[in-house]
DNA sequence: GGCCAGGTTGACGTGCACGTAAGGTGCGAC
DNA sequence: GTCGCACCTTACGTGCACGTCAACCTGGCC
């Protein structure tokens, strides 16, 4: 896969793939000056791409990244991985948890709001 | 309260504060030149940062904060800020789903690693 | 009056995640 | 051959959310 068929598939630009492979992120093939992405690069940036939304920073799914990584396994650096992956998931725990309730208080006003509205124009 | 006094209580900076004031997050009133906050400043301070941690904006999180805001209310501000606001709660619904995928995947992971971890030390 | 802690306002600096412009390369179509 | 297009690298620019620093009040205490 070249570079623009992944940013239509993915609906980013080549500078967000060769940023991310700068960062080492992203270690597409290369045919002579042409990157290609292989379908590990895809699951890879699907990943990325989500952890994005998460807010976490790239630096820490670089990390997360390293325990779906088969490669280099050794104990200490997968017991480093699985340390900062159950770091990231008690950090995502309790952004579910408060997500949730930042919706329920959200979704109050929201119906506060409406409430509001229709009796300003029952009056009218 | 003083800005120490918002800053202890909050864990912010008294810079974080004069930088939300400069962008109409919020409005202490002025004793001279100090400034004092109230218990509603306290309230909106609260919101404007659960609403960083879910990654909004500070423009997003200052128009949310019109649906709060008793004062100015006409149908046609409101019904902006309900649209924006549902809005929101889309984008924060979708958040919520993804997040509780990427937690079960990642939660599978670190079971793998672990297992992965015990499989070679028994080995050894 | 002297002085200091704590407040104030700009103005500039920083880290992150890219965007953008400049100039160069490979390669198939005509 | 050369045109155009997509790709490459390098370097600098941008927007956000603040941090940092300089310079200046201001009230309270000795």
Redesign the pocket.
Known sequence: M????M?DAFG??????????S?ELLF?E?R????LYSRADRARLTL?LRG?RFG??????RQLLELYDPAERNITQTEAALGAARERLADMEQQHRELGEAMSELRQQIADGELWLNNLKSDA
Chains 1, 2 share one sequence.
């Open positions: 070249t570079i623009r068929q940013c980013v630009t080549p500078r967000t793939l060769r940023f991310y492979e960062r597409p290369r002579g000056q042409q990157r990325i994005r976490f920073s790239l630096e820490q799914i």
